[in-house]
Nanobody, 125 residues
Framework: QVELVESGGGLVQTGGSLRLTCVASGRILTNYSMGWFRQSPGNEREFVAAVGWRDGARTRYADSVRGRFVISRDNALNAAILQMDNLKPEDTGDYYC?????????????????WGKGTLVTVSS
């Protein structure tokens, strides 16, 4: 069983930055692709970014965050990281980390095997 724990959320002003970290326990995630999703009240969970397994060479981003967010992995920490810059009020929401076994970098929540409980990001205008 894999447990994912997110951290790094908080309150930030428009244009600010946050760094989210997702640390895994229970299994080494080298062979897992990792993704970040977010959900705001009244909306469905939406894809933010994903990074492929092993060296993390493959990445994928939602159009709304491309150029502002960077996803990476730190295999020494068994973690995935989401660096978020130039934040906007529409980035507000609960951010969830997810893991799926395999090489493919996917943007569909149903394709992921494990989920964290989320960390709240609030961007004030």
């Amino acid at each position: 069983q894999v447990e994912l724990v997110e951290s790094g959320g908080g309150l930030v002003q428009t244009g600010g930055s946050l760094r989210l970290t997702c640390v895994a326990s229970g299994r080494i995630l080298t062979n897992y692709s990792m993704g970040w999703f977010r959900q705001s009240p009244g909306n469905e969970r939406e894809f933010v970014a994903a990074v492929g397994w092993r060296d993390g060479a493959r990445t994928r981003y939602a159009d709304s965050v491309r150029g502002r967010f960077v996803i990476s992995r730190d295999n020494a920490l068994n973690a995935a990281i989401l660096q978020m810059d130039n934040l906007k009020p529409e980035d507000t929401g609960d951010y969830y980390c997810a893991a799926r076994l395999g090489v493919w970098v996917v943007n569909l929540p149903d394709e992921y095997d494990y989920w964290g409980k989320g960390t709240l990001v609030t961007v004030s205008s």
